[in-house]
Structures are given as C-alpha cells and as structure tokens.
C-alpha cells in the first residue's frame, strides 16, 4: 500500500460524535443520576415506582391531589396522614430497577413540603437487597407553606439494588412533592447532575459533537407527547412530565415505567456538549410525530409554533442575556453563550409531508439566522424510493446536511465502505446521523442482536469510507449511545450499564479510536493503484495531523487470516523511525464486552521500526489497526 499524496480533504473537528437519546433508559434511570423514580407523582398512575409501607404498628393513608391550572406543569402531589403516634407510615421508592448506592459515598435527599396538620417528622432509610439499613437521615419542622427541605447520608455499604424508604411519623399530615435522592458526586460536581462514570466514558469518546434528545422520542408517539425542549428548562419542579416514545409492553423490553422527568433537559444538554468539548446539535420536531406510530401531522397553516421553537432555541443558545431565552439561559447558570451552530429538522421523517415542513421551516430560520446549518431527514432507509425522493428534492434544495441513517447487516456495512467515494461534491453534506451493524449471535443461538466483534468490525471497515471521504460525510454517529442492562428497549448500544457499572463495547473503542485518531486532514492511500476498500477484506483510510505532526493510518482486517502489509511512504512523508500501532482485534466474532468481563476486546498498544520509509505489519485476524508516525 502506498501514499499518494500529501494533501486530501480537511477532516471536519467536528467529524466523530455522539447520538444521545433518552432510550433504554440513557436519562431517567441512567445519565441523569437521580435515584428515585416518578418524584413527582405524575406518571399515568401516581404511584408508580412507589409501594405503601408501615412500621411498628403505624398507620395511614396517601391521597393524591391534582391542583389542575393552578400548577399545570407539576400538578399532582402526595398528601400524607398518620394516624398513629407510635410506629410509622410512608412510601418506599423502588428506584429505576433498584438504587445503585456506593459506600462512603454522600447522597443528598430533598422534598418539597408543606403541613397541614400535626407536626409530623420524614424519616429516610437506604435499604440494601439484603433488607439491611445502609444510610438514614431526619427532616421535620415543616410549615404551612411549600419549602424544599434537605438532608444527606453517608452510606455504609454498596448495593447495585437498594431502595429508600420515607417514613413519616406524626400523628399529622403534610403534603409532599419532587422527592429526591442525587449522589453528591455528580458529574463535575453539579446538584441536578449527571452520573459520573456515563458522562467520562462519553467525554473519554472526544466527541466531535452532541446530537440531543434523539430520535424517536424528538417526534413522540403523538405530537401531544413529542419533545418541547421549552418545557425541559428552568427550574426542574415545573418541567412537565411526558410519557416516553420507548415506554413499552414487548416481553423483554418491557418499560410501562418509562417517562420523562426532563430532569436532563435543554439546557443540560448544552452544558454536557460543552463540558466534553462536543458541538451542540439538537434536532427538533418539525410538525410530525413519529411515523411508525400514529403518523401525526400539523396542518402547514398550523406550523408556526413549530418553526417559533426553533428560532426561540438559536436564542436560547446564543441570545444576549437581555433577550427573554438568553436571559433565562444567564439564570440557568450560563450568561455567556452556547454557540450553536447547526440543528436538525425532524428526525427519521420522509414523504411529501416532510418535504412541505421543512421548506417552512428553512425559509423562515434562514431568513433570520442564515449561520445556522440545518440538518434535513432523509427518512429510516439509506435506499429506496423514499431515500432517493428525498434526496433528490432537498438537493434541489440545497439543503446543508442530510441526516442518514443505517441499522444494517455487518455485510452491508462492509460492502458500503465506498458509498460516498462518488456522491455528489456539489450536494447536501451527509450526516451519518444513526449507524449500528445489527447481527444475532447465531453461533450462541442468541435471538437478540448483541455488540459483538463482527458487528464493530464491520463498523470500522465502513467508517474508513466515512473518513476517506470527509469532504462529503461531515459527521457521524454511532445509535443508540446508552442502555441499562435491566431495562433496554433496543440493542446493540455503544455504552451498557447498570445501576452502578458500566462497559464499553467493542463498538466504543472503534469510535473512540477513530475520534481520537482522526487527523486534519485526508491522504490518499492505494493498493496497486486502488483504493482500499474491501478487497482483500482490507479496508483502510489515512490522515496527516498536522497540529501533532503525524501521519495516521486506519487499516481494517476483517478477513479470519492474518495478512502482511507493507506500507510505503515513498518519500510522500518524511517519516521519524518508529511508529505506534493500537489494535483492536479477537478471532471470536460473535465475542462481546460485559459487565463482568469490560476488556475482553479493548485497545492493545504495540510499537514498531520503520525502515527505509516502509512500515512492515503483519495485520492480525480480525482486527482494526491504528498506525501513528511522528513526521520529521
Ligand atoms: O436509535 C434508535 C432509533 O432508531 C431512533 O430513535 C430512531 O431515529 C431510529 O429509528
């Protein structure tokens, strides 16, 4: 193989990203680290995620009370009696598939209250699986009106599946609402934050940018349920509560307990984005709910809210904090701005009525913020009559981006690795928005589609294309981003967790490979005058660095035999006389990350001599090899 040049396309900063979607559990119950489920009373059943409890003898009764308009987005709370002097009455929470709780750690709990009667006392305990006591705390002198009250507990023991029980002991009766319970390591250290493992393993990805909140759930079910990122910021006691689009009744997927809090909203997304170095990249609805669902749409002369949510959050985002959406983002804790520079249009919409929308949309946004780039669908498929009509019309168009998606074969993957060698330089950029390879493990007679090496084999193999062809393919992003090993809706995932764990798949450490090796800007590199791009089961991209000075070469093995390479700068570079190699590489395809064994296929690390500007590698089976050269 030899280089052939210097100088290709530059390499966007942004090229390799992120695709968070509050599915499988990646906010409530997942990223966002609150621990206890429906605080607020307000899933379709009030008491959902809580169980009625006594102690010693104790006794009394919840009674769930609406307040309707006068607090529409937060109006149900809980209104507590206990009758007896002595024991306790209360609710236990069950958290979201239980508690992780970590020893010695602090948890802070807070409960909005109010007295009606008595002067009752809230007594917490953490409850190990095992039914021990692992931390307690104490609240009372409540008053009449509504006021938020703290207390916090160290515990003494690590349980992946606790959960807490508030006992009120009176006699009295006092209302209560937004109970919580946040370890006070959060990400970075923030009250109402994110949990800290999740958010390093994203920030360790060096995402380019962050697409946020999905997906599906950005059209909803229904439009009623679609996601306003309006109602996801300011103070999280009045963010109303919706149903989740994932919330569903498949056997083993099923999540009737699935909503959203909005405790992860707007405007932490953009600070998560920044805080990792990410470009924001929210997608909005565009006037259609999810297509596989009900299908519903806004009339067009109905659409202008829609189009007002988009121009009101480019205010949000970079307003002066004079204006009302950067005034309440400066109140939020952020006056400066958040420079967003691009935002979706719809999701995975297709058809004529998407077409209608979003050229409304354009008008308007580009009239007003011709900076901003907009990110168009391009429907579920990446071919079909649906794709071609769509793409075909938004490059009439001249849209900026268009958002494919691929949930395909490993093969696909493989034989696409040339898809954009010949796309049209002059059309819409391409947003690889969602890509995963999709196989079962048939050697294992495993039903489910599994994060196995095949499938992130397949994946890199592809991403050479992606990368080779930067100028066309600008972004991409591997989907979903985050599942809970107890409470999944969709795999394969790039991140599996549970209450206190999580692994990175192989799939992970191909994107992280590729993000962190990306290069500024593309060389070109050929075998007998070729590119590579499957033959031989070779595929292979190369980059310069010229920040570092490097030059970088992704060569992808997805044959089961090892093979020699030999690459040949010829005096294209000037190398320096080592270079480094990370490999990612297993003879099992069908292996895969857990829990309990994280490593099993993860980064090794090797160096070699380079000898008259050649590179000598015998590439192993199945494997993903990154080399790096210092250039003199
Ligand atoms: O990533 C899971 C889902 O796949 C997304 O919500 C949707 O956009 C796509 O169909």
């Known amino acids: 193989t030899v ?66 308009e006068a607090n529409a987005n937060n109006p149900r709370f809980a209104r507590i009696t206990v009758k007896t002097q002595a024991g ?38 953490a409850i190990g699986v095992d039914n021990k ?34 006992y009120f002991e009176g006699p009295g009766t006092v209302d209560v609402d937004m109970a919580s319970l946040f370890p006070q390591d959060t990400y970075k250290g923030r009250p109402n934050g994110l949990r800290a493992d999740l958010a390093e393993k994203l920030a360790a990805l060096k995402p380019g940018f962050m697409r946020f909140p999905g997906g599906c759930i950005v059209e909803g079910r229904d439009l009623a349920n679609r996601y306003q990122w309006k109602k996801t910021v300011g103070d999280i006691g009045d963010r109303e509560l919706i149903i989740n689009r994932w919330n569903t009744e498949f056997a083993n997927r099923s999540a009737p307990d699935y909503f959203q809090s909005y405790g992860l909203g707007f405007f ?23 297509q596989y669902n009900t299908g519903e749409v806004v009339p067009l002369d109905q659409i202008d809210p829609f189009i007002q949510d988009a121009l009101d959050l ?62 168009t669908s391009s429907g579920p498929s990446p071919e ?28 696909w993957f493989m034989n696409n690795a040339s898809r954009y060698d010949n796309y049209d330089r002059k059309g819409p950029k391409i947003f690889a928005g969602e890509y995963a390879a999709h196989i079962k493990d048939t050697k294992n007679n495993d039903a489910e589609y599994k994060n196995t090496w095949i499938s992130a084999l397949a994946e890199a193999a592809f991403m050479t294309g992606l990368e080779r062809n930067a100028d066309v393919v600008q972004m991409a992003s591997y989907a979903p981003l985050l599942a809970h090993v107890d409470a999944w809706q969709w795999r394969p995932d790039l991140i599996w967790f549970d209450n206190l764990r999580s692994v990175g798949t192989p799939n992970y450490y191909v994107q ?54 030999e690459f040949d700068l010829q005096g294209k570079v000037k190398p320096k006389k080592t270079y480094s ?6 003879a099992d395809k069908f292996t895969y990350n857990t829990l309990d064994a994280p490593t099993k296929i993860s980064p090794v690390q090797r160096s070699g001599n380079i000898a008259s500007g050649k590179i000598l590698s015998n590439l192993e089976p199945m494997s993903v090899n990154v080399f790096r050269v210092s250039l003199g």
């Not at 009449?144 to 508030?166: M, P, Q, R």
């Not at 952020?334 to 297709?350: D, I, S």
Request: proline residues 3%; aromatic residues 10%; glycine residues 10%.
């Open 512 to 565: 992280q490979l590729y993000s962190t090796n990306k290069g500024t800007h593309v060389i070109p590199i050929k075998m007998n005058g070729n590119i590579i791009a499957g033959k031989d089961s070779l595929y292979s991209s190369a980059s310069i660095d010229a920040d570092m000075h490097q030059l970088i070469i992704k060569i992808v093995n997805t044959s089961a035999k090892a093979q020699a390479v």
């Open 133 to 166: 006591l692992i931390g307690k705390a104490e609240l009372n002198n409540f008053t009449g009106e509504w006021a938020k009250y703290t207390a916090s507990f160290i515990c003494t023991a690590t349980d992946a599946k606790a959960h807490l029980n508030v």
């Open 581 to 586: 190699l990370v490999t990612l590489s297993s």
């Open 88 to 125: 306790a009455y209360g609710l236990a929470n069950e958290g979201f598939r239980g508690m992780g709780l970590l020893k010695d750690k602090k948890y802070n709990f807070s409960i909005l209250a109010r007295k009606q009667s008595g002067n009752l006392k809230i007594r917490i305990e």
């Open 314 to 375: 480019v205010e949000f985002a970079n307003g002066a904090t004079s204006t009302k959406w950067g005034g309440l983002r400066a109140a939020m804790g952020h006056p400066k701005p958040f420079n967003l520079k691009m935002m979706g249009v719809g999701n995975e919409q297709w058809d004529e009525q998407y077409l209608d929308r979003y050229k409304l949309f354009a008008k308007t946004l580009k009239a007003k913020y011709p900076g901003i780039k907009l990110i």
């Open 384 to 411: 079909g009559k649906r794709f071609d009509y769509l793409h075909a019309e938004l490059t009439k168009e001249k849209a900026d981006f268009l958002d494919e998606h691929y949930y395909q074969a490993p093969e």
């Open 268 to 290: 932490e997304y953009f600070q998560l984005a920044e805080d990792i170095g990410a470009e924001p990249l929210p997608i909005l609805n565009c006037g259609m709910a999810c």
């Open 3 to 68: 280089l052939t040049d210097t100088k290709g396309p530059a390499i966007p900063k942004a090229m390799w990203g992120i695709f968070f979607e509050d599915i499988n559990f990646s906010a409530d119950g997942g990223l966002y680290a609150e621990l206890i489920k429906n605080r607020s009373f307000e899933f379709t059943k009030p008491l959902m995620g809580w169980k009625e409890i006594t102690a010693n003898g104790g006794a009394g009764n919840t009674l769930i009370i609406n307040r309707g």
